[in-house]
């Protein structure tokens, strides 16, 4: 069993940085892959970015690669979403999860409670 808990999230003006953080609870959180989605009212989550267990990396190359980094430190079993040059167009609820295996499909087996995020023009 793994449990997520998100946080980082808030309002920034364009062009601003946040770091997203997901501790996440359980023995076993350094044996999964650890992913970040988005989803914004009226729509499905959406696949940001992947990272394996022993730090291999997987991004959504239409929407955030190049702004957004994906990292994770298994000895404080925290997984994170540093993003950068944010656009009004990335404000969204952001959940992290934990699976098995990186997959670009909504199918994760353990899921946070969210975080929002706010951009600005």
């Known amino acids: 069993q793994v449990q997520l808990v998100e946080s980082g999230g808030g309002l920034v003006q364009a062009g601003g940085s946040l770091r997203l953080s997901c501790a996440a609870s359980g023995r076993t959180f350094s044996t999964y892959a650890m992913g970040w989605f988005r989803q914004v009212p009226g729509r499905g989550r959406v696949f940001l970015a992947g990272?394996?267990?022993?730090?291999?990396?997987?991004y959504d190359a239409n929407s955030v690669k190049g702004r957004f980094t994906i990292s994770r430190d298994n000895a404080k079993n925290t997984v994170y979403l540093q993003m950068n040059s944010l656009k009004p167009e990335d404000t969204a609820v952001y959940y992290c999860a934990a699976n098995p295996r990186i997959t670009t499909a909504t199918m994760w087996d353990y899921w946070g409670q969210g975080t929002q995020v706010t951009v600005s023009p």
């Open positions: 990272i394996s267990w022993i730090g291999v990396s997987t």
